[in-house]
């Protein structure tokens, strides 16, 4: 399946299952190790100033813009409902591996008032049980009215495994911010 960007998404339902770990091929014993330290942060900054170049090259942004006025945003979202991929994609029942408990209830839809918008963003680290492990997550509304998102939740996650990869330059998680999280998934 491929979207209008032409990026290739492959089908959650398609991919194999996960493996065990088997021993490393010699030519991941021969590849060079992960370092930490001075040389990693040097690596950061490089893999940092090659994206802002990728960026400038593509006119893809790597900042983004989050005073726009409140009716450019509610036109977004409208052209974004009106897409027929988004009921598909957005809106249904959850897909979840347990059925939703039995205090869970479906309310009448309420469209008096101003929009509410929110946005829920995970950032993940890769560990060596798990190459997508849940590591902080934000939740924000965009208040009409207001010139910038109210930060509703901004937190980190204690991961419970060795993480190999923190995808800082993709992230913005480094050791730190992990070393002193509190929330647990549990």
């Known amino acids: 399946m491929e979207e209008d960007l032409g990026v290739p998404v492959p089908d959650q339902r398609a991919l194999p299952p996960k493996r065990k770990a088997s021993a490393p091929s010699a030519a ?6 992960r370092q930490h330290g001075k040389e990693s942060r040097k690596r950061r900054k490089l893999e940092a100033a090659e994206a802002k170049t990728i960026a400038s090259e593509t006119g893809i942004p790597t900042e983004y813009q989050t005073d726009l006025d409140a009716a450019v945003v509610e036109d977004l979202v409208r052209a974004c409902r009106a897409d027929p991929r988004f009921a598909r994609s957005y809106t249904g029942p959850l897909l979840c591996e347990t059925p939703p408990p039995k205090t869970w209830c ?3 839809r309420i469209n008096n008032g101003p929009m509410r918008l929110f946005g829920l963003d995970c950032e ?3 560990c060596e049980n798990d190459t997508k492990t849940l590591a902080r997550v934000s939740l924000v509304e965009r208040v009409k009215g207001k010139a910038k998102p109210v930060v509703l939740l901004d937190e980190y996650v204690k991961v419970n495994d060795v993480v190999v990869d923190y995808k800082t330059t993709v992230s913005g ?5 992990l070393a002193s999280a509190t929330l647990t998934m549990q």
């Open 124 to 126: 993940m680290v890769e």
């Open 106 to 108: 479906n309310t009448a």
């Open 173 to 177: 998680i480094e050791e730190q911010h």
């Open 28 to 33: 991941e014993e021969a590849a060079p190790k």
